[in-house]
């Protein structure tokens, strides 16, 4: 068991919403894994962190690829030793058009994002949370 602060997954940790809970969450002594597509984005958002970003780990990951979420949590178990929270924010809205005028492609990759992505990394999360000392997060 690790008796360090609570760790957390963030994703699309590269700007808005995920960035503000990523700066929250360091403020309040977590250790915060910053994902999302963007790498130069994620580290932008590192670099805002100023002294909280020793306990901040840039993992760039397309929460639609099931590989890289499972690689996503094998980093943050095998950097920190346990896994207790997911904020579970990467999400896509598709070009700014009418909904009619929405091609299937586009589509594809708003359910791909924000629906499977959201699935996969609660699916490796929750994996993680019900296997480590003490289960679940803290």
Known sequence: MDDGPPTAIVTGAGSGIGRAVAR???ADRWR???AGRREDALHDTLAELRGAAHDALVVPTDVRD???VRAL???VLDEWGRLD???NNAGV???PAPFHEFDLEQWRTVVETNL???FLCAREA???MKSQQPPGGR
């Open 73 to 75: 949590t094998r980093r």
């Open 24 to 26: 929250a969450l360091l």
């Open 32 to 34: 915060v894994a910053l």
């Open 85 to 87: 929270l997911l904020f």
């Open 116 to 118: 499977t992505g959201s």
């Open 66 to 68: 099931a590989e890289a």
């Open 93 to 95: 809205f598709g070009l």
């Open 126 to 128: 929750f994996g993680a």
